[in-house]
């Protein structure tokens, strides 16, 4: 029963620097999403992916990539890590589209220097 | 646009009964979740309305009317485990409102 895995669950970065936050999941579902929450903001779509091979923007795709290249895994990567980027980070997948329950990653909480 | 508004806190006693509020511009509206968040884990699924009306799950129940824009989740026989953040989130694009953090206290 992993359901959706996250990983790291904590990380420590300087400004500058790249990393790649990862996210599988177990369940066959098709959508995954990548979201951040910042106190007093909520939940943010950063992008998300209805398929492997297609990925698209959600709110606040600056500073992020991801790609799709298999149904379980869709990671976030950080090309060049800033402050504003300090933030916990959720990953999410659901068998079909935006009317489908998500099932969140355990997190990953961010700290840029 | 797709604002969706809450109220930031709430508080609660045990045993009590609340509701949350929360509104969202109707324009491309799908349906609507809650998610129940509690502090430092991970959101989890409460409910999912489309239709207009109530959907009671056990101690939780969730309202929509969509000619509104407004949703409520309704808790009852309040619980200290009941205390967490709860989120509504538009389905189109699951746009998510800020929560409302709840406190019950004994």
């Known amino acids: 029963n992993a359901g959706v895995t996250q990983t790291p669950k904590f990380q420590v970065l300087k400004t500058g620097q790249s990393m790649t936050l990862q996210c599988a999941q177990d369940m066959n579902h098709e959508y995954m999403s990548w979201y951040r929450q910042d106190p007093g903001m909520g939940l943010r779509l950063i992008h998300y992916?209805?398929?492997?091979?297609?990925?698209d923007q959600g709110e606040v795709p600056n500073g992020y990539n991801v790609s799709r290249s298999t149904t379980e895994d869709f990671p976030l990567r950080l090309l060049s890590a800033a402050p504003s980027q300090t933030s916990v980070y959720f990953c999410?997948?659901?068998?079909?589209?935006?009317?489908?329950?998500?099932?969140f990653g355990s997190g990953t909480q961010l700290s840029v220097l | 646009g797709q604002n969706i508004d809450q109220p930031t806190e709430m508080t609660a006693t045990e045993g009590a009964i609340v509701q949350i509020n929360c509104t969202y511009q109707?324009?491309?509206?799908?349906?609507l979740f809650w998610y129940q968040q509690h502090a430092g884990e991970a959101p989890t699924f409460l409910s999912y309305?489309?239709?207009?009306g109530l959907e009671e799950k056990g101690r939780f129940s969730s309202f929509l009317s969509r000619s509104k824009g407004y949703s409520y989740l309704l808790l009852k026989e309040l619980q200290m485990k009941d205390s967490a953040s709860y989120l509504c989130a538009n389905t189109d694009k699951l746009i998510f409102g800020t929560g409302t953090r709840l406190q019950v206290f004994p």
């Open positions: 999410a997948s659901s068998s079909g589209g935006w009317g489908e329950k998500l099932f």
């Open positions: 309305n489309v239709l207009d």
């Open positions: 992916s209805v398929g492997a091979g297609i990925t």
């Open positions: 109707t324009s491309g509206f799908n349906g």
